[in-house]
């Protein structure tokens, strides 16, 4: 693992530790301020600034296209750094919308990092590159509510909030001393003929694997096959397991598999239409035993399973996002696919709590196995269609070898 690909890794992960860790705790920061513990509005606001992170990232992607992805990078850190200031004085309920709003609009760290490594690394290694800047989120995903379940015994929640402002601001400070990525004006304008080797200006590179609808539309239903069964599972699993430990250890379980996973399978499984049709098998039938039982063995084998198929899902994707962007475009990539996997859980939270209020607890695993099935068609449709070779990523770039030092 090279010194760039770890520092911006390292960048993520204090950024994701601080945006993951919170939305646990929201709920009380908003009585504190003196907002009713039953408002429904605290469910709104909850959601609000994942919402515009998801629909400010395609312009924020143009931006980095336009001006650099390590400005982008730099822009979400120190972005999510004066949000989270602006929560910890906050001292009405508006203000404190307010700064969950600048949360939201100044968001977007994975895709600005996910752009920024694309235009640095090499294509060959991109999808392995992917992986672990999902591996940072899972692992912040894990960690940062044990953490700070210890630092709220210590600190006022909002002067936690100012504590962990710093976080992402060492982030951005040191994503300033990263290499600069290749002049976007550059790149967009002179390309590699894929045959020749030589270069064109204003021509594309032909290195469109699948189109960006068809990709999107895979990632919107993995997104949501995945998280549609988060918000219930605890009082789903509630019944059947006494022990909240317990349920919390399975709630994290799959996570804690896809952190297994990762370092050990990096380099297997090369083909992506495979591991895509086995993920959403895996989903299909993880989300079936967990729609039928919700204790015992079979739940437990269900959540091993799920996280299988958590990491294929975004093993096959990475890979079929390495060979389908335009380097040139790739903030405009990565923004649209993380705007499109966060408005997926904003749509898949409010479905399961439709489902629930009609059906029952279990009713949400069934939504999860029918959106995995559903993909299982568009990764053929995908395989089918998708069939021009891609260029090696260095080579859209002039044959500039990457900076591969920090």
């Known amino acids: 693992m090279n010194r760039v690909l770890t520092a911006v890794l390292a960048c993520h992960f204090l950024a994701a530790f601080t945006v993951l860790g919170m939305p646990l ?3 009380v920061l908003f009585t504190d301020l003196g907002l009713p ?5 605290i469910g709104f606001v909850f959601a ?3 919402l515009l992170t998801a629909l400010s990232g395609p312009l924020w992607g143009k931006v980095a296209d336009r001006f650099g992805r390590r400005f982008s990078l730099i822009r979400a850190l120190a972005g999510l750094s004066i949000a989270f200031v602006w929560v910890g004085v906050a001292s009405s309920i508006p203000e404190l919308v307010m700064a969950l709003t600048l949360q939201g609009l100044m968001g977007g760290t994975l895709a600005a990092a996910n752009s920024y490594l694309a235009t640095t690394m090499p294509r060959e290694t991109l999808s392995t590159t992917l992986n672990w800047t999902q591996f940072s989120a899972r692992m912040a995903l894990v960690t940062a509510p044990l953490v700070l379940a210890v630092g709220i015994q210590y600190f006022k929640l909002q002067h936690l ?16 001393t990263l290499p600069k990525d290749p002049s976007p004006s550059h790149s967009a304008g002179t390309t590699v003929d894929a045959t020749s080797g030589t270069t064109a200006s204003n021509k594309p590179a032909p290195v469109q694997y699948a189109s960006a609808v068809a990709v999107c539309s895979l990632q ?8 549609v069964t988060f918000p219930y599972f605890l009082p789903y699993a509630a019944p059947g397991i006494s022990s909240t430990t317990a349920i919390a250890l399975l709630y994290v379980l799959p996570h804690l598999v896809y952190l297994l996973l990762q370092p050990l399978l990096k380099k297997r499984l090369p083909n992506w239409a495979f591991n895509c049709h086995l993920s959403m098998l895996a989903l299909a039938i993880a989300a079936c035993m967990q729609w039928q039982f919700n204790g015992g063995l079979p739940l437990l084998v269900a959540r091993v399973l799920f996280g299988v198929g958590i990491w294929l899902g975004y093993h096959g994707i ?3 996002v390495a060979k389908s962007f335009q380097a040139a475009r790739a903030g405009t990539w990565f923004g649209s696919l993380d705007s499109v996997g966060k408005l997926a859980g904003v749509a898949a939270g409010l479905a399961a709590g439709f489902a629930v209020n009609q059906l029952n607890l279990a009713s949400p695993f069934l939504l999860s196995a029918v959106a995995s099935l559903a993909a299982m068609p568009l990764v053929h449709h995908i395989q089918k269609t998708g069939s021009r070779p891609c260029t090696p990523l260095n080579n859209e770039f002039n044959n500039t070898k990457p900076n591969t030092t920090a």
């Not at 513990?37 to 509005?41: E, V």
């Not at 909030?161 to 300033?176: F, K, R």
């Open 25 to 27: 705790y929201l709920p």
């Open 37 to 41: 513990s039953n408002s429904p509005w």
């Open 220 to 227: 919107a239903l993995f997104c949501f096959a995945m998280v």
């Open 48 to 50: 609000w600034p994942t």
């Open 318 to 320: 990475h890979q079929l």
């Open 161 to 176: 909030y100012i504590v962990l402002a710093t976080l992402p601001m060492l982030g951005a400070l040191y994503a300033c």
